[in-house]
């Protein structure tokens, strides 16, 4: 069985690194950021680089875009958040979290991975 996300924490540059895939639900997003909540290398100032080019189906509501902005997330308000997206589904997904978030300031949304990177780096 594939696991539906996989993520790593780089205390020294203080981001935090995830890959999700396949169908992305409320209750992924959720286990996800209870692994960070108890991880003690998780710091919620760090920043993030979220992966999400191999999600095939975001089975999210509204209702759980809102649940993810105002209860899940564990990142602090004014961390910067580099999405990596490929296809316009996936685009429009993270734009409803950052609208809901209204942190848009520091997020951005990346097709690459080394863009992400350097965004991530020079924002420090």
Request: hydrophobic share 45%; net charge neutral; aromatic share 8%.
């Amino acid at each position: 069985m594939v696991r539906p996300r996989t993520y790593s924490i780089d205390p020294v540059n203080r981001t935090v690194w995830v890959r999700f895939r396949g169908r992305l639900a409320l209750a992924d997003i959720a286990t996800y950021a209870a692994s960070l909540r108890v991880d003690p290398r998780f710091d919620p100032s760090y920043s993030e680089i979220v992966d999400v080019r191999r999600v095939k189906d975001f089975d999210l509501t509204a209702d759980d875009a809102v649940i993810l902005a105002d209860k899940v997330d564990p990142f602090a308000m004014g961390c910067n958040r580099a999405f990596i997206a490929a296809t316009q589904v996936q685009v429009n997904s993270i734009k409803m979290h950052v609208l809901l978030r209204n942190d848009d300031e520091h997020t951005r949304i990346f097709s690459t991975i080394k863009e992400a990177q350097e965004w991530i780096a020079s924002a420090r």
